[in-house]
């Protein structure tokens, strides 16, 4: 089984992170370590000068929040928030950081996507490591 896995989340219904967890605990060998990530994009220059200045940090105080509390979902579990493109982000994260499987949920894709969401696409195409894709 797996030591050092990865369990990227979004705050959406789209996404079932309960299962991600559940899968994450199945395929973990006995004192794993778990890490859950968001990854927080970047927003373009031309929209930060319409929303107002505190926005992002307070984005960012209400994700980290929201990521400690499911972190508690596994054993010991570290929560981490990145920035960048998701995707790239998740791959680069995973590569530095001697990830060996990453549980990742997809949403049901739109037909551009047909078989997995443009993530889960891009993160099975590059990763080193196992991947896992939850629906």
Same mark, same amino acid.
């Given at each position: @089984?797996?030591?050092?896995?990865?369990? &990227?989340?979004?705050?959406?219904?789209? =996404?079932?992170?309960?299962? %991600?967890? *559940?899968?994450?605990?199945?395929?973990?060998?006995?004192?794993?370590?778990?890490?859950? *990530?968001?990854? @927080?994009? !970047?927003?373009?220059?031309?929209?930060?000068?319409?929303? &107002?200045?505190?926005?992002?940090? !307070?984005?960012?105080? =209400?994700?980290?929040?929201?990521?400690?509390?499911?972190?508690?979902?596994?054993?010991?579990?570290?929560?981490?928030?990145?920035?960048? !493109?998701?995707?790239?982000?998740?791959?680069?994260?995973? %590569?530095?950081?001697?990830?060996?499987?990453?549980? *990742?949920? %997809? =949403?049901?894709?739109?037909?551009?996507?047909?078989?997995?969401?443009?993530?889960? %696409?891009?993160?099975?195409?590059?990763?080193?490591?196992?991947? =896992?894709?939850?629906?």
């Amino acid at each position: @089984m797996y030591k050092n896995i990865l369990v &990227p989340v979004i705050f959406d219904e789209a =996404h079932d992170t309960q299962a %991600s967890f *559940l899968v994450a605990r199945a395929l973990a060998s006995e004192g794993a370590q778990f890490t859950i *990530l968001h990854v @927080m994009e !970047q927003l373009p220059a031309y929209a930060t000068g319409r929303i &107002p200045l505190n926005f992002m940090d !307070q984005s960012r105080e =209400h994700v980290e929040k929201l990521l400690k509390l499911s972190a508690r979902a596994l054993p010991g579990a570290r929560a981490e928030l990145i920035e960048g !493109q998701t995707g790239r982000a998740i791959v680069d994260y995973a %590569s530095a950081n001697d990830i060996d499987c990453i549980v *990742l949920a %997809s =949403h049901r894709p739109g037909i551009e996507n047909i078989f997995l969401g443009s993530t889960a %696409s891009r993160v099975v195409r590059h990763a080193k490591c196992a991947v =896992h894709v939850i629906r």
